[in-house]
Structure formats: C-alpha cells, structure tokens
C-alpha cells in the first residue's frame, strides 16, 4: 500500500468473507497542461501551494510530479479555509485560491481572488470571483498575466490624462492672457478650442486601451516530469535499453544533451541551479514553486 501511495495512488482493499482478496489501486490523472501552469507561475513570482484532502503521501507524489513544493494534505473544507486565512496573515500579497469542487467552495469564498474551473460544480463557481470557461489549468495563468497587462495598461492612460490635464487645464484658465504674440494678438483659448481638446483627451484613453487588442497569450512551455522516463530516453538517444541509458546518462555529453532540453536555460549548470533546475534532483526537472 505503501508503495502505491508514493506513486500518488489511492488504495482500495477488497475483502471476501472477511479477508483481504485484493487491493485496487485508483489514480487521479494529472492534468498535461499543470506543470506548465505552475512553471510559469513560478516564473511570475507566485508561489504555488497545494490544499487537499489526500493522505499526505499520495499528495506529495502528485505535487512532485507538478512542482509543487508546499504541500497541505488531509484537509477537510474547513480546514482549507483556514489555511488560506493563514497565508493571509502571513503573506504580504494577494493569496488565490483555485477549485472545482464543492469542498473548495468555502477557500473560495475566503480566498482575495478566488478562481472556478468552468467544468467545476456550481456552488464552487458561485463562491469564486473569476471563473474559467475552459477546462483547462493554464488559464490560470492567462487570467492572472491578463489581468497585469490591463492594469498596467490603466496606470498608462493615468499618467497620460494627469499630463494632459496639467498642461491643458491652466491654459483654459487664462494662464496665457497677459502673454502677447509678436503680432500684438492676446492667446485666449476659444471654447470650441477647449471642446476639441476634451475629445483629443477621451479618444487618447480609448485608442490606449484598445491597445490591449493587441494581447496575446502566453504559450506554455513544456514541462519535464520525473515520470516519462521513456520520452527523455528518447529525446536523449533514442536507446531502448535502460541499461546503457543509465550508464549513458551519467556522462558529460548525456547531461549536456538534457540541459538543452530543459526550457529557457541554457546548457551551463550555472544557469539551471539559477532558473531552478538541479543535475541529480530526483524529485522534478520542472522549476519548483
């Protein structure tokens, strides 16, 4: 049982008359798209935590296979509440919650951000803030990343407007009446000087914003899992004996070989210990949260 547990399995045991006949062992499957996800969270700067109520050893095989690094296990729906309180108090910034299922609804609730997967239940969907018409995690990370471009997008048109308004609004004043032009004409601004000016200042707001027209969404990267061992032999060499891929992979040329492989690093040990990757880390080859 053991055994299945550490390679994120539930254990069912099967009894007749009274004694143990079998064990059924019964998997979640882990999303493709999760690693990804908590990859470029990561590279955000969000750090990612996992709440469930799995048993502490399933749960901290399925976080591995992820990224996840900070792992709450055995949770009830209250309980999760309470951790997300607890990271409130403890953290400086906003802490999201993610759920679909009827026991997240109360971290939901509590949670600054709250975000809902579409195919998630209802009352989950009705508690959260955000919900994700798509099935699919790496939303997550558009949302948040969308979410930045806009308000980034607000503090421009706000430092526009403040500018404009600054040299706009003495001259409608009458700054410039005792200013003399060499052609002895006073410079007074004429109403319809002061309407066209309005305008000019609301369609500069508008053509800002529809700047975020131009938005695209960030691409996933592919994420290595300590799982596919097959693929990686095959990506490496393209030997399908285990044998001499493991004796292959303890070479220089081998780990180079595996280096490039890794995205956005480059093929120095120096730059993978930077981006999050370590030669030998059994535990991921994704980037840890």
């Not at 600054?166 to 003399?180: E, K, Q, R, S």
């Not at 309005?198 to 300590?226: D, G, N, W």
């Not at 990686?232 to 001499?244: I, V």
């Amino acid at each position: 049982e053991p055994l299945f547990r550490s390679c994120g399995q539930t254990v069912v045991m099967a009894a007749i008359d009274g004694k143990v006949s079998g064990m059924i062992a019964i998997a979640d499957t882990v999303r493709d798209e999760a690693a990804d996800a908590v990859m470029m969270m990561r590279n955000m700067g969000i750090e990612c935590a996992m709440l469930t109520g799995d048993n502490r050893i399933t749960a901290r095989a399925i976080a591995g296979k992820v990224g996840i690094g900070q792992v709450h296990a055995e949770l009830l729906p209250q309980h999760k509440e309470t951790k997300v309180k607890e990271l409130q108090a403890r953290k400086k910034g906003c802490v999201a919650f993610v759920g679909d299922g009827i026991n997240d609804s109360p971290a939901l609730a509590r949670a600054d951000v709250g975000i809902a997967i579409g195919s998630g239940t209802n009352i989950a969907m009705d508690s959260a803030d955000v919900v994700l018409v798509n099935d699919n995690l790496f939303d997550v990370v558009t949302a948040i990343d969308l979410s930045k471009a806009t308000v980034r997008r607000i503090h421009i048109n706000f430092f526009w407007a403040i500018i404009y308004n600054i040299v706009a609004i003495p001259i409608a004043a009458g700054v410039l009446l005792p200013v003399d032009t060499p052609s002895g004409h006073i410079l007074v601004l004429k109403p319809w000087m002061a309407s066209v000016a309005m305008a000019i200042s609301s369609v500069t707001v508008v053509m800002s914003s529809l700047f975020l027209k131009l938005y695209k969404k960030p691409k996933p990267r592919r994420a290595f899992l300590p799982n596919l061992p097959t693929k990686l032999k095959r990506a490496l060499s393209g030997s399908a004996a285990s044998g001499s891929s493991q004796r292959s992979a303890r070479s220089p040329n081998r780990r180079s070989a595996l280096y490039s492989l890794l995205p956005g690093a480059a093929n120095s040990e120096e730059s993978l210990h930077s981006n999050g990757y370590a030669p030998g880390n059994s535990t991921s080859l994704a980037s840890v949260a």
